[in-house]
């Protein structure tokens, strides 16, 4: 645990919003389009078994950038305090990460299946993120509010 608090004080200075503040929102709209513009392909025929691996991999880089997107964005009150939260949602999405992937090696163990236990664990990981980072800064603005 000290090695951890250790790593995430060395770098609080580097974990700032890299892209402007409307890159949040346009990472969501792209996340929202990203899951449902390929159900609404399926429905009306578009998707098909000649096209069906690229869809799926459009979708997941699709997924991915977003999230990104998200978690690297400014957030309007950027301050120092931000940055330390979005090095804690890194620590604590690691974490879960860690559990997610234990919980889907036994699942896959249980159903004699381990290919599908590695198939999107970076965009788990990225999810996991921007997760916590969004529970920290709205916990952050809540004792903000509170302190006044």
Not at 55 to 76: C, D, E, N, P
């Amino acid at each position: 645990m000290l090695i951890n608090n250790y790593f995430c004080a060395l770098i609080y200075n580097i974990m700032k919003g890299l892209l402007p503040i409307y890159c949040r929102i346009m990472g969501y709209v792209i996340l929202l389009l990203s899951v449902f513009v390929p159900l609404f392909m399926f429905m009306l025929g578009m998707i098909n078994d000649s096209n069906f691996l690229f869809t799926k991999a459009s979708v997941k880089l699709m997924i991915w950038f977003s999230l990104f997107m998200i978690f690297l964005a400014k957030v309007k009150d950027e301050t120092e305090k931000t940055s330390r939260i979005r090095i804690k949602a890194m620590c604590r999405a690691l974490y879960l990460l860690g559990v997610y992937y234990v919980v889907m090696l036994i699942r896959g163990m249980y159903d004699n299946n381990l290919e599908g236990v590695d198939n999107s664990i970076a965009i788990v990981y990225m999810a996991f993120n921007v997760i916590c980072l969004e529970f920290g800064i709205l916990k952050d603005r809540k004792d903000r509010f509170f302190k006044k």
